[in-house]
T-cell receptor
Framework: NAGVTQTPKFQVLKTGQSMTLQCAQD?????MSWYRQDPGMGLRLIHY???????DQGEVPNGYNVSRSTTEDFPLRLLSAAPSQTSVYFC???????????FGSGTRLTVV | SQKIEQNSEALNIQEGKTATLTCNYT??????LQWYRQDPGRGPVFLLL?????KEKRKERLKVTFDTTLKQSLFHITASQPADSATYLC???????????FGKGTTLSVSS
């Protein structure tokens, strides 16, 4: 039982490049979310999903896209990377409304 | 939208004492509240969930209270140990119940 797996762990991008952060969970959880964490800002919600085919925007969605074609996978796409997107990104999943989240180990992204 | 405040950015206490962390929220009445622990370089780890009809919840040396009148939760660690040193995050669900919003956290340091 691997839990929530995020890849890559580290990434350096040039401004304007695009990339996809991968997130997969093997717990059959319906709810999944993406957060970014910056010093002094805490965890901020980017996008979330309540099941396959259903996604919605969080607090800071601009510059990011998501899709949820399967229960297991919830990739986060950066369309055109900007230095302001330098951050640590966490993916999380939970079984349902009254449950806690299981977090992945994070992806540290630097945009130069 | 809901606002979550964790009053102290940092809290320093001596080993053996009780640490008390505060989480205040505004603008709505959540059905539950969650607490997480985060160690440097790692994803948050779920600790406890307390529902609006529960005044208090305990897990080993941890105790959480939830006062829906004051719109406040208190998180206590009794007989604190240096290993309890970490950042502790308070989280509430959004009004639709579809995602969690986090406070900025309180960093606890326990000295021996």
């Amino acid at each position: 039982n691997a839990g929530v797996t995020q890849t890559p762990k580290f990434q350096v991008l040039k401004t304007g490049q695009s990339m996809t952060l991968q997130c997969a969970q093997d717990m059959n959880h319906e709810y999944m979310s993406w957060y970014r964490q910056d010093p002094g800002m805490g965890l901020r919600l980017i996008h979330y999903s309540v099941g396959a085919g259903i996604t919605d925007q969080g607090e800071v969605p601009n510059g990011y896209n998501v899709s949820r074609s399967t229960t297991e996978d919830f990739p986060l796409r950066l369309l055109s990377a900007a230095p302001s997107q330098t951050s640590v990104y966490f993916c999380a999943s939970r079984q349902g409304f009254n449950y806690g989240y299981t977090f992945g180990s994070g992806t540290r992204l630097t945009v130069v | 939208s809901q606002k979550i405040e964790q009053n102290s950015e940092a809290l320093n206490i001596q080993e053996g004492k009780t640490a008390t962390l505060t989480c205040n929220y505004t603008n709505y009445s959540p059905a539950y509240l969650q607490w997480y622990r985060q160690d440097p370089g790692r994803g948050p780890v779920f600790l406890l969930l307390i529902r609006e009809n529960e005044k208090e919840k305990r897990k080993e040396r941890l105790k959480v209270t939830f006062d829906t009148t004051l719109k406040q939760s208190l998180f206590h660690i009794t007989a604190s140990q240096p290993a309890d040193s970490a950042t502790y995050l308070c989280a509430l669900h959004n009004q639709a119940g579809t995602a969690l919003i986090f406070g900025k956290g309180t960093t606890l340091s326990v000295s021996s």
